[in-house]
């Protein structure tokens, strides 16, 4: 179903459903009606540790914990990521599950182009010369390069993609449908600028229904410092968004699942900054899985595949809670283990 057809069908949708939740206030900052985190971030991020405690713009890119909260009476996703995004065009992509046995496990390129293409840079795709001609391998067969690859649980139906930047600093979004077979609709939403460095901001998109803002004001969370990370639990400002569930084609009763990083500006280029998490120590993912830069399209993450990194790099709904609410599970996993002994064991000395 296209994206503007959904769009026509969810405001009679949300008319006819009763309200039961209070809405959230989409302004950057968390509240208790989110509950308790789903994710929870134990790497020191990669991306620049972000000092400047404004609002609008950062210095460094972190993702410290996630809360989704589905309102079914009301018809919409709810998804906070605390932390920051850089205001240097760097990329917060995220991809939503939503439709069971359907949607893309390893991303293809010849999805919905938004933001420059971004979308099927990550793809999977023959391989191109400078000429724009496949490459061929001795068979004379063309070189396929893979696209990123998920954990085995998840396959994208949804992405959405927003980055942060200008003078004044503003925030812009693109959606896009992640089919099976590829094709669908993808649209640029729109932009929210800040009302100086430590105002607020609001991209309001009008035609599809999403709402998202950011405060960058976190100054805590997890460091820059590998030997050192930290913990992404108790921050309370980052991303915020609303999306219709019409949009993400949901039943009503399975579950939903959320995988985001932080991406280059090119989104060629992921960030060990994941949720949920990679392992505590993990360095960027670059393009090749090792911090090693690809570029080019398609392919440009080809060497990056979640499946083969220990742990679930999503979260979702109904899954556990995160941040230590079992005693002595501080990586949020939902056990106590040896994770957690390293945690203890990098983290020594005085407390912050």
Partial sequence: ????????????????????????????????????????QVVHTGFGNATDGVNSYANGSELDAAY?????????????MSGNLESNFNKLDMFIDSVPGEGQN???SDNADIDYNGLNTMGRGPALDAAGAPILDSQGNPVIYNGLKFDDGFAADFCLMTTLGGNPVTQYANIAQVLTNGGGVGAFIG???????????????QVYGCQLSISNANIGGVSGDSANPGSGCGVVTGIEMKIPLVLLAWDGASDIKVCAFINGNGHNYVSNQVLGSLAVGTGNLG????????????????????????GDQYFSVFGPDACGFCYGDLDGSGEVDSGDVSLCLLSTGPCQ
């Fill in 287 to 310: 393009g090749d899985g090792a911090g090693g830069y690809f570029g080019g399209f398609p392919g440009a993450l080809r060497g990056v595949n979640f499946a083969s990194i220990p």
């Fill in 191 to 205: 932009s929210g600028a800040f009302s100086g460095p430590t105002g607020v901001n609001l991209l309001d998109d």
């Fill in 68 to 80: 989704i909260k589905i309102d079914a009476a009301n018809g919409y996703l709810y998804v906070f």
């Fill in 106 to 108: 390893e991303l293809r």
């Fill in 1 to 40: 179903m296209k994206l503007s057809l959904i769009a026509s069908l969810a405001a009679p949708v949300m008319i006819c459903c009763a309200s039961t939740m209070a809405q959230l206030t989409i302004d950057g900052t968390c509240e208790a009606g989110y509950g308790n985190p789903k994710a929870s």
